[in-house]
C-alpha cells in the first residue's frame, strides 16, 4: 500500500464529501481494499483514525487510516480558517443542520425520522459552546486559536487595578468557575465579564446533555444497521428498481455515516 499527502480546494463546503479509497498498490492493477466517506463539515481537525469499510459498506475488522487533517483558508495551506458556522457569529435562525436523505423505505425513514431532533441539539450544544468560545477570545483581544488560559491571563489583568487588587472574584456555582465582580466595572469590562459567563453558560450546557444526545444519535444509528441485513427485501417490497433503488442504497449509506462520525461526539 501507499501513503501519500493531499491538498483540496473546496468551494462548497456544505456539500462536499470526502472519500478515502486505499489500493493494493501493485505492478498490475489496483486491486481495492477499503474505503470510507465523510460529509466535509463533518471533518475534525487533527489526527484521526478512519474506520474502512468494503465495497458493500460493511465494516472491515481491524481495519482503519490514521490520518492528519488539516483545514486552511487558502491554497496551500496558511492560518486555519474559521471554519462553519461554529465561529460564524450567526444566531440559530441562520444556522445550518445535517440533514437525513430520505430513503423511500417506509421503515426505514420513520427509524432515521427519529434523529432529526438529536442532531439538531447536537449541533446546537457545539455550536453554540464554540460561538461563545470564539466571542470570549474575540473580546479578549486575542485570535481564535489562542488557548483558553491566555484569555484568563488576559482577564487578570482587565481586573486588576492600579493597586494590585483585583475587582472580580472566581466562585464555583454548580461546580463551574463564575466571577464576581468587587467592584464598579467600565463597558468594556462588563462586555468581557458577560462574554464570559455566556462562554461557561454554553460550556454547562454541552457537558451536561452530551452523553444522553449522542446516546439517542447512536440508538437510532443501531436501529438503522439492524434493518441492514433486511435492505434488500425491504427495497423489493417497496418495488424499488434500477436508479430509485440505487439512490435508497446511497440514501441509506449517508445516513448510517452521519449518524456514526465523530462530528457527533460533543465531549
Known amino acids: 500500500m501507499s501513503c501519500f499527502m493531499s491538498c483540496v480546494q473546496v468551494n462548497m463546503p456544505e456539500l462536499a464529501l470526502l472519500r478515502f479509497v486505499v489500493l493494493d498498490d501493485d505492478y498490475i492493477g489496483d486491486d481495492f481494499i477499503g474505503q470510507y466517506s465523510v460529509a466535509f463539515e463533518c471533518l475534525q481537525p487533527g ?9 458493500g459498506g460493511d465494516p472491515l475488522p481491524h481495519t482503519s487510516l490514521f490520518v492528519h487533517v488539516a483545514i486552511t483558508n487558502r491554497r496551500g ?8 458556522l461554529s465561529v460564524r457569529r450567526v444566531g440559530r435562525r441562520g444556522r445550518e443542520y445535517v440533514s437525513l ?10 427509524v432515521f425520522k427519529q434523529a432529526s431532533g438529536p442532531l439538531k441539539e447536537a449541533t446546537d450544544l457545539r455550536e453554540d459552546a464554540q460561538c461563545s468560545t470564539a466571542s470570549f477570545k474575540d473580546q479578549c483581544g486575542l485570535p481564535t486559536v489562542a ?14 487595578n492600579s493597586e494590585g487588587a483585583m475587582g472580580a472574584a472566581m466562585v464555583l456555582r ?12 467600565s463597558e468594556a469590562t462588563r462586555k468581557l465579564l458577560s462574554a464570559y459567563d455566556m462562554m461557561i453558560t454554553a460550556q454547562k ?12 444519535i447512536y440508538q437510532v444509528h443501531r ?3 439492524d434493518l441492514h441485513e433486511d435492505l434488500s427485501r425491504l427495497c423489493e417490497k417497496e418495488g424499488l428498481k434500477g436508479r430509485k433503488l440505487n439512490k435508497a442504497v446511497e440514501s441509506f449509506t ?5 449518524l456514526k462520525v465523530p462530528e457527533h461526539k460533543l465531549g
Open 205 to 216: 450546557q454541552l457537558i451536561e446533555n452530551a452523553d444522553s444526545v449522542q446516546e439517542r
Open 174 to 185: 454548580e461546580g463551574y468557575p463564575c466571577l464576581e465582580p468587587l467592584v464598579s466595572l
Open 254 to 258: 449517508w445516513n448510517i455515516t452521519v
Open 223 to 225: 436501529e438503522g444497521m
Open 47 to 55: 489526527y484521526r483514525n478512519v474506520p474502512l469499510l468494503g465495497l
Open 147 to 160: 488557548k483558553l488560559k491566555q484569555c484568563i491571563q488576559s482577564l487578570a489583568t482587565r481586573f486588576q
Open 77 to 84: 495551506g496558511g492560518k486555519a480558517q474559521r471554519r462553519g
Open 101 to 110: 436523505r430520505h430513503t423511500g423505505i417506509k421503515v426505514l425513514d420513520e
